[in-house]
């Protein structure tokens, strides 16, 4: 499946006994409140964004599932090094405005000396943008219901018929790939970004086209167009 990024931005995030327990669900020690740091992502929403798409409620209740064990990357680095933390809970939350509905992702880091700066940085607002990766299972006009993942309907999304703006609704999840840290000026919380629109950017022939498991080389190509989509966000 093609990889769709959102933006999503950093909350501060709440540590009790509830919350510490789900933690260490995904940990293979017991940890204590002083061993992990917890923020909380604001990760996408029920409404129309800035390319006329949206999550259906549907969907982001299966990403608030789906999410719950995926690693926390830098600048969607498909490795183990890049790895800085992990999501251990998800939820459907109320948003701002009516009728709002928000998926919030809850994730923890370890506290060590090599997280300290990473730690620093999001405490100190510097880093606070992040980039949410999954895949689809379908996309449906809002005017026909057509799924342009099977047959390409005569609508645009923005373009407006018979008094209706045309958007497309982003239904059902696939499959749930990881959310990466990335270091860039804040944009507005409308703000996304995606490989390519409903499709992302075709492996080489000569290469396997799931582009392999994260790491490996043949991830390379999907890494270094996902890069430089973070760099041509504005």
Same mark, same amino acid.
């Given at each position: 499946?093609?990889?769709?990024?959102?933006?999503?931005?950093?909350?501060?995030?709440?540590?009790?006994?509830?919350?510490?327990?789900?933690?260490?669900?995904?940990?293979?020690?017991?940890?204590?409140?002083?061993?992990?740091?917890?923020?909380?992502?604001?990760?996408?929403?029920?409404?129309?964004?800035?390319?006329?798409?949206?999550?259906?409620?549907?969907?982001?209740?299966?990403?608030?599932?789906?999410?719950?064990?995926?690693?926390?990357?830098? %600048?969607?680095?498909?490795? $183990? #090094? /890049?790895?800085?933390?992990?999501?251990? !809970?998800?939820?459907?939350? *109320?948003?701002? +405005?009516?009728?709002?509905?928000?998926?919030?992702?809850?994730?923890?880091?370890?506290?060590?000396?090599?997280?300290?700066?990473?730690?620093?940085?999001?405490?100190?607002?510097?880093?606070?943008?992040?980039?949410?990766?999954?895949?689809?299972?379908?996309?449906?006009?809002?005017?026909?219901?057509?799924?342009?993942?099977?047959?390409?309907?005569?609508?645009?999304?923005?373009?407006?018929?018979?008094?209706?703006?045309?958007?497309? %609704?982003?239904?059902?999840? $696939? #499959? /749930?790939?990881?959310?990466?840290?990335? !270091?860039?000026?804040?944009? *507005?919380?409308? +703000?996304?970004?995606?490989?390519?629109?409903?499709?992302?950017?075709?492996?080489?022939?000569?290469?396997?086209?799931?582009?392999?498991?994260?790491?490996?080389?043949?991830?390379?190509?999907?890494?270094?167009?996902?890069?430089?989509?973070?760099?041509?966000?504005?």
């Amino acid at each position: 499946m093609d990889q769709i990024l959102k933006s999503a931005r950093l909350e501060k995030g709440s540590l009790d006994e509830g919350e510490l327990a789900l933690i260490n669900q995904q940990a293979l020690r017991p940890m204590a409140a002083e061993d992990v740091f917890t923020f909380r992502l604001a990760a996408c929403d029920n409404q129309v964004d800035r390319d006329f798409e949206r999550f259906t409620e549907g969907t982001l209740s299966e990403m608030a599932e789906r999410f719950v064990g995926c690693p926390v990357l830098r %600048d969607h680095r498909w490795s $183990a #090094d /890049a790895q800085t933390a992990r999501v251990y !809970a998800g939820a459907v939350e *109320p948003g701002p +405005g009516e009728g709002v509905r928000r998926l919030v992702l809850r994730c923890y880091m370890v506290r060590t000396p090599e997280s300290a700066p990473t730690i620093a940085a999001i405490e100190g607002g510097i880093l606070r943008e992040c980039s949410v990766g999954l895949a689809v299972r379908r996309v449906v006009c809002s005017l026909c219901g057509a799924d342009q993942r099977e047959t390409l309907c005569q609508h645009f999304p923005g373009r407006e018929y018979d008094g209706q703006v045309c958007h497309m %609704d982003l239904d059902g999840v $696939a #499959d /749930a790939y990881e959310i990466s840290l990335v !270091a860039v000026p804040a944009q *507005p919380a409308a +703000g996304v970004i995606k490989g390519k629109r409903y499709g992302g950017a075709e492996a080489p022939a000569e290469q396997d086209p799931t582009g392999g498991a994260p790491g490996e080389d043949s991830q390379d190509w999907r890494d270094e167009a996902l890069l430089e989509l973070e760099k041509s966000r504005f």
